[in-house]
């Protein structure tokens, strides 16, 4: 299964950007889907998660100002960035986990995709 990231870009501080996140393949069930960041010289960390039931979670840092939604049909995850701060930029990863058709068998997936690199000036 594959995952494409789109959206980053260079945006001033109070901006807002969508990221986007298609995921293509012979795909069987998406279970979760997340979106994790890293900037230089940092660990990758988990940004916002949502489960197939559409449960969400955030990390502290950007309750309130970043969404994240799922597009079942489409197989694509998003993550609405509202009110950005300098210290939101990074590369955005998004991340699926589920099942896949390979040959006669349903198999367990996970992916990532490229990156998207999101750039907030002050």
């Known amino acids: 299964v594959q995952l494409q990231a789109s959206g980053g870009g260079l945006v001033q501080a109070g901006g807002s950007l969508r990221l986007s996140c298609a995921a293509s393949?012979?795909?069987?069930?998406?279970?979760?889907m997340a979106w994790y960041r890293q900037a230089p010289g940092k660990q990758r960390e988990l940004v916002a998660h949502i489960t197939s039931g559409d449960n969400t979670n955030y990390v502290d840092s950007v309750k309130g100002r970043f969404t994240i939604s799922r597009d079942n049909a489409k197989n694509t995850v998003y993550l609405q960035m509202n009110s950005l701060k300098p210290e939101d930029t990074a590369v955005y990863y998004c991340n699926a986990e589920g099942f896949h058709y390979s040959d006669r068998y349903v198999l367990p997936f996970t992916s990532w995709g490229q990156g998207t690199l999101v750039t907030v000036s002050s």
């Open positions: 393949g012979r795909i069987s069930r998406i279970n979760a």
